[in-house]
């Protein structure tokens, strides 16, 4: 059985800066590179190189960055063939500024990720698909069009909304898993704060929603899991982090290439925290996301 996530792609522009240029200014930068992102395709990545079968589906421009997220997906054996290119439209890109502080200033061009549509769920393959992963990266009706998609081929639904935004009610029945940070989770459950201390009621609250099964991500202090009126909490190993980027990307993925095989939730989360922890102790996104051999490795 496998997976298949509907969501974005993005290219990455990332220019090192000596810090942030004025308004107006015109500033010398250190370095730049290009780097595959967007929580879509990150996912996507992170659960193949699980070892899991990946399908994504999503769209890029008819451009030279749209091509090149095609066949970054391909090398990691995710079948791209349900991303589909929108022509006039560019591909999703995040522009990057990081200075010297690693202080970051971002501006996301949705570009072809904002023209994913109803029709594109609609057209999805879910023919041996178990789990289908959702961000909020693409249009919101597409979104949901996906889970009701989903649920009437017999697939379970993971959502991840990120970037934080409420969700339409219609939503929350059709989702089996939801896995958030704590940012999300304030938003999603009108909460002040969310915390370690209070995660496990915050998920209780969301779980009462509609979802099952709710992982609450904790950063450096793990993750909380909520099922069934009971909680229980994750650490995280100890480790060097160096970059947080797609930490929670590289947990999702892992979490959904355990489960597919079958895994309890329980083994399904510790291999998703050994897998991020992994992350964070190197740069970049995609390029930071362990294999099944290190997470084994490393155990
Ligand atoms: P990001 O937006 O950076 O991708 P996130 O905010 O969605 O991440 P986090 O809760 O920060 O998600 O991290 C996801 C998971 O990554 C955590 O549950 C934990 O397992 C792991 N993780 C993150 N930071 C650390 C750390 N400093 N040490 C060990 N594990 C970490």
């Known amino acids: 059985m496998s997976v298949a996530v509907f969501g974005s792609l993005n290219m990455d522009l990332v ?94 061009v949705p570009g072809a990720n904002g023209q994913v549509a109803e029709a594109d769920a609609d057209a999805m393959r879910l023919a041996g698909t178990k789990l289908l992963l959702l961000q909020l990266e693409v249009p919101m009706a597409a979104v949901l069009r996906a889970a009701q998609v989903a649920r009437a081929a017999g697939c379970q639904v993971l959502l991840n909304p990120a970037p934080a935004q409420a969700l339409p009610e219609a939503l929350w029945p059709l989702v089996d898993i939801l896995v958030l940070n704590e940012i999300e989770a304030k938003l999603l459950g009108g909460l002040a704060d969310v915390h370690a201390g209070n995660a496990a009621e915050a998920a209780a609250q969301l779980s009462a929603r509609g979802p099952r099964d709710v992982i609450v991500t904790l950063g450096a202090e793990g993750a909380v899991w909520f099922a069934d009126g009971k909680s229980r909490h994750f650490p995280a190993p100890q480790v060097r982090a160096v970059d947080t980027t797609a930490a929670g990307d590289t947990f999702i993925g892992a979490l959904a290439a355990l489960l597919v095989e079958g895994a309890t939730m329980d083994r399904a989360v510790e291999h998703a925290i050994r897998a991020a922890a992994i992350a964070v102790t190197r740069v970049g996104a995609q390029a930071s996301m362990p294999t099944r051999a290190e997470v084994l490795t490393r155990s």
Not at 57 to 84: I, K, N, P
């Open 15 to 108: 220019v090192r800066v000596p810090r942030m240029p004025e308004a107006g200014e015109t500033l010398t930068g250190r370095s730049f590179l290009t780097n595959p992102g967007g929580k879509g395709a990150n996912q996507a990545v992170a659960c193949a190189r699980q070892g899991a079968r990946v399908a994504m589906v999503g769209r890029v421009g008819d451009d030279a960055f749209g091509a090149e997220l095609r066949s970054a997906l391909a090398v990691q054996g995710v079948d791209a063939s349900g991303v589909l290119e929108t022509p006039g439209v560019s591909t999703g890109v995040a522009a990057i500024l990081v200075d010297d502080g690693a202080q970051n200033c971002i501006s996301v």
